[in-house]
């Protein structure tokens, strides 16, 4: 996680798109959100969060082939106190590990 998050960035998801929306009602929470084709909407407060996400060619090392969607994030009406909150919830939802 971390320390601040910008009102937009842009990060490399290693995933596929179902998973992605899969994972994206639990990230979100309580919040309403709104699905939009390859984007949704989530309202947060008095502000909201636009997701764009594309697939990406997979990232290859040596064997083994990760999927790759790329997804920006645009937070707006959202101060960084709100911004850090709602993606410290949605960072720990969308973590994957192994063991």
Known sequence: MQSSYAERFQRDMGCTEPEWLG???????????????????????SG???LRWAVQPPRVIALM??????????????????RYAFMKRFDLYMQRGGG
């Open 65 to 82: 082939r990760m999927p790759v969607l790329r997804v920006d994030f645009a937070f707006d009406g959202l101060d960084a106190e709100q």
């Open 48 to 50: 909201c969060l636009d």
């Open 23 to 45: 994972w994206l009602p639990a990230a979100v929470g309580t919040n309403a959100w709104q699905l939009l084709g390859s984007s949704a909407k989530v309202e947060i407060g």
